[in-house]
């Protein structure tokens, strides 16, 4: 087994196809530190094999010939359209700083564009600050649906005792704005800061007794232009406020609907830092009349058991 550097001495990432058996074990155990897999199974090397040798992706990130983090993806058909959905990105606790994810996504492009293919699709947790802002404000990607309870439960220290909904994303490798983002040309803070400022809150929130920030109530959207909260840091969340993860989906999910069935589309995600405090909003505007009056809004799948906001059982979300 490769022992692993420290991260101060990971100086360069090298990025390639995973190829040999025991670095596709090795991808077995990132995901089992990445998510605290307790019975849930890692993708097996056998299955991660397969898709790597039948058009779909598993790429590395290794510092020397150890695997700090890898990104898992397979080809995929909507009937109309092919494109690579991108099953899971995962990348080992100590080297989650280092914008590991972001590099491997980038990677992922190239080489699907490689393949003559011009987008990758995948779903992550909307409640998840990192991965928002990583999927939409670096890459340029736009989600497109809300799944609900997609997954049902799992089995994941990190990801237990909240259901797993979900956004799913496109991500189109070749539009204008994906080449910006990517190029760094997106809004500076002070832009930020004014665009939450002008717009109006869907999900309004409070500190609770524990320093934590909690929904509070769930405006419908009226405004051109809104802004959706969720926490900056749900790991905060889950060890301070536990309790409150129920809430936070709950709300979440409302609010999300409540502004798809209007027709808003999300365009954006920022931190934005207001007294000494860090914050993550989506912002969204108000689409076409039409959209508005329900045509053409973004879909909301009900999920597979099409749980209700205060029945549907606990579940964990399996992020890409």
């Not at 087994?1 to 670095?23: D, Y």
């Not at 019975?39 to 397969?50: D, F, H, I, K, L």
């Amino acid at each position: 087994m490769a022992v692993a550097p420290g991260p101060k001495e990971a100086k360069e990432f090298h990025l390639r196809r995973v190829g040999k058996p025991e670095e596709f074990r090795a991808v077995e155990e990132v995901q089992r530190e990445a998510w605290g897999l307790g019975a849930e199974v890692p993708v097996p090397g056998a299955v991660q094999r397969g898709f790597q040798d039948n058009g779909g992706l598993v790429l590395g990130a290794f510092v020397d010939i150890y695997l700090a983090g890898f990104t898992m993806s397979f080809l995929g058909w909507d009937g109309s359209s092919l494109y690579h959905y991108s099953h899971l990105t995962g990348i080992r606790p100590e080297y989650q700083n280092h914008h590991v994810g972001l590099r491997l996504k980038l990677f992922q492009r190239e080489e699907v564009q490689r393949q003559g293919l011009n987008q990758i699709r995948w779903v992550f947790d909307p409640l998840q600050s990192r991965n928002a802002h990583v999927a939409i404000r670096r890459l340029g990607g736009v989600p497109d649906r809300y799944l609900v309870h997609y997954f049902g439960q799992l089995d994941s220290a990190a990801n237990a005792g909240i259901e797993t909904d979900r956004l799913r994303l496109v991500w189109d490798l070749a539009a204008p704005r994906t080449e910006e983002r990517i190029a760094g040309k997106f809004p500076t803070p002070a832009e930020d800061a004014a665009r939450w400022r002008r717009s109006t809150a869907i999900l309004e929130t409070k500190v609770g007794d524990s320093g934590i920030r909690l929904p509070a109530a769930v405006d419908e959207p009226t405004a051109a232009e809104v802004h959706l909260e969720v926490p900056f840091d749900l790991r905060l969340v889950r060890e301070h406020e536990p309790a409150a993860l129920r809430t936070w989906r709950h709300a979440g999910r409302d609010a999300f609907r409540a502004a798809f069935d209007a027709g808003y589309r999300i365009d954006d995600f920022a931190v934005v830092s207001e007294e000494h405090e860090r914050r993550s909003f989506y912002f969204l505007r108000a689409g076409s009349p039409s959209a508005r009056a329900g045509e053409g809004a973004l879909p909301v799948d009900p999920g597979p058991s099409s749980p209700g906001s205060g029945t549907a059982p606990p579940g964990s979300p399996r992020p890409d």
